[in-house]
């Protein structure tokens, strides 16, 4: 068997590393799109705070909105280890201009995400918070808190968030 040429062994790698990603973030004008995938673990949880907060820093400068899709989210596994660490990201966040959060579930997820999601959001937050049960919820919502939202293809759901 011969060996694969080493740029097409990077980009497989690369490839299977993008497959097995647990998170999509892409920053959009003033609101932060946020993708949760499968089922994370503490270490999972870390990676996503630490490129959260890299990009954070490098694209808001003013008062921004994040949204969180966790349609595609199983489920959060050492709950009381996750729930500390969002209740500190919402914090840090906050400081950093963030004004509002909206988080979006779906009818096969709702129950115990909505229970972990309420947990994280049961301190008292100076910032608006909504649970939306889909994307033009969350859109309609992110306009009525003075957020305009551009198209927005959500990377492994193929979900549109309209204006």
Same mark, same amino acid.
């Given at each position: 068997?011969?060996? %694969?040429?080493?740029? @097409?062994?990077?980009?497989? #790698?690369?490839? /299977? ?6 998170? !999509? ?47 595609? %989210?199983?489920?959060? @596994?050492?709950?009381?280890? #996750?729930?500390? /660490? ?6 840090? !966040? ?47 919502? %992110? ?21």
């Amino acid at each position: 068997m011969s060996e %694969l040429d080493p740029s @097409l062994q990077i980009e497989l #790698q690369h490839a /299977i590393s993008e497959q097995s990603k647990k998170f !999509s973030l892409q920053p959009n004008t003033d609101i932060f799109l946020i993708d949760m995938f499968g089922t994370w673990n503490e270490d999972t949880t870390l990676e996503f705070v630490s490129e959260f907060k890299r990009l954070a820093n490098r694209y808001f400068t003013r008062e921004w909105a994040c949204v969180f899709n966790l349609q595609g %989210l199983e489920m959060l @596994l050492s709950e009381s280890f #996750q729930i500390e /660490i969002f209740r500190a990201l919402n914090a840090w !966040s906050y400081i950093k201009g963030m004004k509002s959060v909206s988080v979006i579930i779906s009818s096969k997820n709702r129950s115990h995400l909505l229970y972990q999601f309420e947990e994280i959001f049961k301190v008292n937050h100076p910032y608006a918070t909504a649970v939306c049960h889909s994307t033009i919820d969350a859109s309609q919502w %992110l306009n009525d808190q003075g957020f305009k939202q551009k198209l927005f293809e959500s990377s492994q759901n193929k979900l549109a968030f309209a204006v």
